[in-house]
């Protein structure tokens, strides 16, 4: 870890440690309304990092993180409502069941040859049967909804209740964590082996590579820390419908970010997060403080900004934005 | 059965198409063995069995005295047979040195271990100046020695080269030719399919001629290449 910090050049570090410095101190200036903007911003971070680990690294495309989003969300949740199990010990057992549904998935796709659109079309179906099962499953609420209990002047850490502030450095540590996980297991053997099996997994077989097994391991880890996300939106939102947490619209929402940001690279899912999510958000006061405010109006402007930089910078912008900060790796 | 690889009854077929039949042949360690023939007579074919891309319908495939037929491509890599492929296929996006660190991983532990067996291996092959260059942009010479690199990389005993020499200039072949006796005289040993009648007299110290997935001929190069049906079926087309 520290070999990779000594290869950030040295204005690289400056910038780490200064954005780090504003992220940490953001709660201490901005308001509660902005403040939640910047959850957001981590949370989507946090998720870009799991689902890039699977895609810009080993090469394989979900459509259907939700899956392991709102299992990670239902699983902790249920145990805490019955059976007064508390987050931080749920949260393990919420990463053991959403990474045993990835190897499931994982294992029925790749065991069987199912590769490219086709595996992304297993991921999508599996995050709809899914939906559609817990649509009807009474322990936790079916289609009703489930509901944690709201006290807006808690400080239970322990129980994860309580105010933004929260939630914020919660989100700030789990962005972090991801972050510099993703940037060890890039400079890993596994890390390697991932970008070889993107590359070409007949070459990559060639070297002695197991691609099965290695794509397995990528979609585990991408998985249990997705569902580490859906506990935080579990706790954070403090209400889950299956027809929201395991919809498509949440699979597309979190890829967008590394996207943008830039696939494969450890900076693209934080660039991509820091740009998508103001320009929602703003969008959204936009349309209401000018009228505009017809269902599916704001869909189309963010669609129209999307389809704008993604022509401008195909490969993502931190690629290009590191190229011009002279970031990008120096060529020893 | 004392040799490094021995094939024995080997048959593969696609549909009515016989594409290798019933081929047996031994490789003996430290040699350099050539399996010619024209285009379609099942080379490829039947190095894909050897390599485990492909399953052979009947027959066993032998390597070190152990049956290798029927394992993964990986398993096979592991066990010591390298391989390269005729449509070259670096990993496109990454640099050269990482291409060849990757094939070093099979048998280092750590990452900077592997760059230093890479680099070591790229000196070998003149790529040395290119390791920080992005794949997709070698030129195919460079990408030719690459798949050699990579291959070299995993520490074979036993070296499968797929047309290595196709589309090269002459002296292109004359280098790669200089690098394969040199790592040859180290100790590996090597399998090669080729067109290329240049390098295969200037390696091979036995020859295997394949048509229509038959075996027609075996031997030195000088006894091979003087036979009438090797020269009808093969040598007589391609020396236009």
Same mark, same amino acid.
């Given at each position: 870890?520290?070999?990779?910090?000594?290869?950030?050049?040295?204005?690289?570090? /400056?910038?780490?440690?200064?954005?780090?410095?504003?992220?940490?101190?953001?709660?201490?200036?901005?308001?509660?309304?902005?403040?939640?903007?910047?959850?957001?911003?981590?949370?989507?971070?946090?998720?870009?990092?799991?689902?890039?680990?699977?895609?810009?690294?080993?090469?394989?495309?979900?459509?259907?993180?939700?899956?392991?989003?709102? #299992?990670?969300?239902?699983?902790?949740?249920? #145990?805490?409502?019955?059976?007064?199990?508390?987050? /931080?010990?749920?949260?393990?057992?919420?990463?053991?069941?959403?990474?045993?549904?990835?190897?499931?998935?994982?294992?029925?796709?790749?065991?069987?040859?199912?590769?490219?659109?086709?595996?992304?079309?297993? &991921?999508?179906?599996?995050?709809?049967?899914?939906?559609?099962?817990?649509?009807?499953?009474?322990?936790?609420?079916?289609?009703?909804? #489930?509901?944690?209990?709201?006290?807006?002047?808690?400080?239970? /850490?322990?129980?994860?209740?309580?105010?933004?502030?929260?939630?914020?450095?919660?989100?700030?540590?789990?962005?972090?964590?991801?972050?510099?996980?993703?940037?060890?297991?890039?400079? !890993?053997? #596994?890390?390697?082996? /991932?970008?070889?099996?993107?590359?070409?997994?007949?070459?990559?077989?060639?070297?002695?590579?197991?691609?099965?097994?290695?794509?397995?391991?990528?979609?585990?880890?991408?998985?249990?820390?997705?569902?580490?996300?859906?506990?935080?939106?579990?706790?954070?939102?403090?209400?889950?419908?299956?027809?929201?947490?395991?919809?498509?619209?949440?699979?597309?929402?979190?890829?967008?970010?590394?996207?943008?940001?830039?696939?494969?690279?450890?900076?693209?899912?934080?660039?991509?997060?820091?740009?998508?999510?103001?320009?929602?958000? !703003?969008? &959204?006061?936009?349309?209401?403080?000018?009228?505009?405010?017809?269902?599916?109006?704001?869909?189309?402007?963010?669609?129209?900004?999307?389809?704008?930089?993604?022509?401008?910078?195909?490969?993502?912008?931190?690629?290009?934005?590191?190229?011009?900060?002279?970031?990008?790796?120096?060529? !020893? | 059965?004392?040799?490094?690889?021995?094939?024995? $009854?080997?048959?593969?077929?696609?549909?009515?198409?016989?594409?290798?039949?019933?081929?047996? @042949?031994?490789?003996?360690?430290?040699?350099?063995?050539?399996? +010619? $023939?024209?285009? $379609?007579?099942?080379? =490829? =074919?039947? @190095?894909?069995?050897?390599?485990?891309?492909?399953?052979?319908?009947?027959?066993?495939?032998?390597?070190?005295?152990?049956?290798?037929?029927?394992?993964?491509?990986?398993?096979?890599?592991?066990?010591?047979?390298?391989?390269? @492929?005729?449509?070259?296929?670096? @990993?496109?996006?990454? %640099?050269?040195?990482?291409?060849?660190?990757?094939?070093?991983?099979?048998?280092?532990?750590?990452?900077?271990?592997?760059?230093?067996?890479?680099?070591? +291996?790229?000196?070998?092959?003149?790529?040395?100046?290119?390791?920080?260059?992005?794949?997709?942009?070698?030129?195919?010479?460079?990408?030719?020695? *690459?798949?050699?690199?990579?291959?070299?990389?995993?520490?074979?005993? *036993?070296?499968?080269?797929?047309?290595?020499?196709?589309?090269?200039?002459?002296?292109?072949?004359?280098?790669?030719?200089?690098?394969?006796?040199?790592?040859?005289?180290?100790?590996?040993? +090597?399998?090669?399919?080729?067109?290329?009648?240049?390098?295969?007299?200037?390696?091979? %110290?036995?020859?295997?001629?394949?048509?229509? $997935?038959?075996? +027609?001929?075996?031997? =030195?190069?000088?006894?091979?290449?003087?036979?009438?049906?090797?020269?009808?079926?093969?040598?007589?087309?391609?020396?236009?």
């Amino acid at each position: 870890m520290t070999a990779l910090w000594n290869e950030i050049p040295r204005h690289g570090k /400056w910038l780490t440690a200064l954005l780090l410095l504003v992220f940490i101190a953001a709660p201490l200036v901005v308001d509660r309304y902005l403040l939640s903007v910047l959850v957001l911003v981590l949370y989507f971070a946090y998720l870009g990092q799991a689902w890039n680990l699977l895609m810009g690294f080993a090469g394989q495309l979900s459509l259907g993180h939700a899956l392991y989003l709102g #299992l990670g969300a239902y699983t902790a949740t249920t #145990l805490w409502l019955l059976f007064g199990i508390g987050p /931080w010990i749920g949260v393990f057992v919420a990463i053991a069941v959403a990474a045993a549904a990835g190897l499931i998935v994982g294992w029925l796709g790749w065991r069987f040859g199912v590769e490219g659109v086709y595996f992304a079309l297993l &991921t999508i179906a599996f995050a709809e049967f899914t939906r559609i099962g817990f649509d009807h499953l009474g322990l936790t609420g079916a289609s009703g909804g #489930l509901f944690l209990p709201v006290s807006p002047t808690a400080h239970d /850490w322990w129980n994860l209740n309580g105010g933004v502030h929260l939630f914020y450095y919660v989100a700030l540590i789990l962005a972090i964590a991801a972050t510099l996980l993703a940037a060890w297991l890039r400079q !890993s053997p #596994l890390g390697y082996r /991932w970008l070889a099996v993107r590359e070409d997994p007949e070459a990559a077989q060639a070297v002695g590579i197991n691609v099965f097994r290695v794509r397995m391991i990528a979609m585990l880890i991408s998985a249990g820390m997705t569902a580490v996300g859906g506990v935080f939106y579990g706790f954070y939102y403090r209400n889950l419908f299956p027809s929201q947490i395991f919809d498509i619209s949440r699979s597309i929402e979190l890829i967008l970010g590394p996207i943008i940001g830039g696939l494969g690279t450890i900076f693209g899912p934080i660039v991509g997060a820091i740009i998508l999510t103001p320009v929602g958000e !703003s969008l &959204t006061t936009f349309m209401q403080s000018s009228g505009l405010n017809v269902p599916g109006a704001k869909s189309i402007f963010y669609g129209i900004i999307l389809m704008i930089i993604i022509s401008l910078r195909p490969s993502g912008v931190w690629p290009w934005l590191a190229k011009h900060l002279r970031l990008d790796r120096p060529k !020893s | 059965m004392s040799g490094l690889l021995s094939v024995n $009854g080997v048959n593969k077929r696609f549909r009515g198409l016989a594409a290798v039949s019933d081929v047996s @042949f031994e490789v003996q360690p430290g040699e350099i063995f050539a399996v +010619i $023939g024209p285009n $379609g007579a099942g080379k =490829t =074919t039947l @190095f894909n069995m050897i390599a485990g891309a492909m399953v052979a319908d009947s027959g066993t495939i032998h390597f070190d005295g152990r049956p290798i037929d029927g394992l993964r491509a990986d398993e096979i890599a592991q066990r010591g047979i390298g391989r390269t @492929f005729q449509i070259v296929k670096p @990993f496109p996006a990454l %640099s050269v040195e990482e291409n060849v660190v990757i094939g070093a991983l099979l048998h280092t532990a750590t990452i900077d271990e592997a760059r230093m067996v890479a680099r070591d +291996i790229l000196q070998q092959l003149d790529l040395s100046a290119k390791r920080n260059q992005i794949a997709a942009s070698l030129t195919l010479p460079d990408r030719k020695r *690459l798949e050699v690199a990579r291959a070299l990389a995993t520490k074979p005993k *036993l070296l499968l080269l797929d047309e290595v020499m196709a589309g090269l200039r002459p002296t292109e072949t004359d280098r790669i030719v200089a690098i394969l006796k040199d790592l040859n005289r180290t100790g590996l040993t +090597i399998l090669l399919i080729e067109h290329v009648m240049r390098a295969v007299t200037a390696l091979a %110290s036995r020859i295997l001629v394949l048509q229509h $997935g038959a075996v +027609i001929a075996e031997g =030195t190069p000088e006894t091979v290449l003087r036979e009438r049906a090797v020269i009808e079926s093969y040598l007589g087309v391609e020396e236009l």
